[in-house]
């Protein structure tokens, strides 16, 4: 059974930067697609990054692109989120999310129901 951690998250002013982590354990993740979704109150969760197996592929909601970058470390069977440029509308909890399926499509990359495993989240605040 995969189990997923995510750390990192805490407050920090706008513009301020944040390195989000997401260690697994119960198997090797280095197969796996693995995206990023947060969740704001009351609002559904959104697909922020993907990265497929390998770190062949990337991808990012319009609203980070630019601004967050995603990166594995199959060694460690350990993800991370690196965002700069914090803003505002950042505030949410964050989680990260694994599928055995090494790569996927597009237009299912940012679908939550396509995800076998997730983490607990961890919150990000972003506020002056």
């Known amino acids: 059974q995969v189990q997923l951690v995510e750390s990192g998250g805490g407050l920090v002013q706008p513009g301020g930067s944040l390195r989000l982590s997401c260690a697994a354990s119960?198997?090797?993740?280095?197969?796996?697609?693995i995206s990023w979704f947060r969740q704001a109150p009351g609002k559904g969760r959104e697909g922020v990054s993907y990265?497929?197996?390998?770190?062949?592929?990337?991808d990012y909601a319009d609203s980070v692109r630019g601004r967050f970058t995603i990166s594995r470390d199959n060694a460690k069977n350990t993800m991370y989120l690196q965002m700069d440029s914090l803003k505002l509308d950042d505030t949410a909890v964050y989680y990260c999310?694994?599928?055995?399926?090494?790569?996927?499509?597009?237009?299912?990359?940012?679908?939550?129901?396509?995800?076998?495993?997730w983490g607990q989240g961890t919150q990000v605040t972003v506020s002056s």
């Open positions: 999310a694994a599928d055995p399926r090494g790569d996927i499509p597009g237009y299912g990359r940012f679908v939550p129901s396509i995800y076998d495993y």
């Open positions: 119960g198997s090797a993740l280095g197969g796996y697609a």
């Open positions: 990265i497929s197996s390998y770190g062949g592929d990337t």
